[in-house]
């Protein structure tokens, strides 16, 4: 089954790390781009940035970019988002999603929801 | 950045009957607009890309026009399942970005 299966819930507090993950199967993870996007609490969608993993090209929202660290590990079809430290502004839905060949997003992760609180 | 603009915000509208959502971008995006159907607590779920092609197991109910900064998504016979919120999304420019959403409510 061609699915994005992305890791679970996390409750962290300001200043804290995190990292959360996006693993691919069912298709050829490293000739597609992934893609970030955020949906904070009743809120729209926000494009966060995408990562090609075949070569970890990257492209960043200006608006996230320096904010957090979009990656990847091709050797376990994985794509990655990464704080160094937590706001509570952070508190959202992080979806992965991947670029079809017609530049939508075709597939779509469960969602994870981070929540930033003290 | 280019700026997406839904409109309305909110439809209010019954099974049956014939809705137009607008998209409406700060600059030309030639046809590089896809739309999104999302479910309460669930995951967006592409419709259309390339604004008028219909993503594969979409009902052909839903459909889309435009070209430049003008766009819509029209779906001809509303269905239970069709009450959710929309989101165009331009991918014409870095960054990709979508429309504020559009909630379509049973009247």
């Known amino acids: 089954e061609v699915q994005l299966v992305q890791s679970g819930a996390d409750v962290k507090k300001p200043g804290e790390s995190l990292k959360i993950s996006c693993k691919g199967s069912?298709?050829?993870?490293?000739?597609?781009?992934i893609g970030w996007v955020r949906q904070m609490p009743g809120k729209g969608l926000e494009w966060m940035g995408i990562i090609y993993p075949g070569d970890s090209d990257t492209r960043y929202n200006p608006s996230f970019q320096g904010q957090v660290t979009i990656s990847a590990d091709r050797f376990v079809n994985t794509a990655y988002l990464q704080w160094r430290s937590l706001k509570a502004s952070d508190t959202a839905i992080y979806y992965c999603?991947?670029?079809?060949?017609?530049?939508?997003?075709?597939?779509w992760g469960q969602g994870t929801m981070v929540t930033v609180s003290s | 950045d280019i700026q997406m603009t839904q409109s309305p915000s909110t439809l209010s509208a019954s099974v049956g009957d014939r809705v137009t959502i607008t998209c409406r971008a700060s600059?030309?995006?030639?046809?590089?607009l896809a739309w999104y159907q999302q479910q309460p607590g669930k995951a967006p779920n592409l419709l259309m890309y390339k604004t008028s092609s219909l993503e594969s197991g979409v009902p052909s109910r839903f459909s889309g026009s435009g070209s430049g900064t003008e766009f819509t998504l029209t779906i001809s016979s509303l269905q239970p399942d069709d009450f959710a919120t929309y989101y165009c999304?331009?991918?014409?420019?870095?960054?990709?970005?979508f429309g504020q959403g559009t909630k379509l409510e049973i009247k």
């Open positions: 999304q331009q991918y014409n420019t870095y960054p990709y970005t």
């Open positions: 600059q030309s995006i030639s046809t590089w």
């Open positions: 069912g298709y050829s993870f490293t000739s597609y781009w």
């Open positions: 999603a991947r670029v079809s060949d017609y530049n939508a997003f075709d597939l």
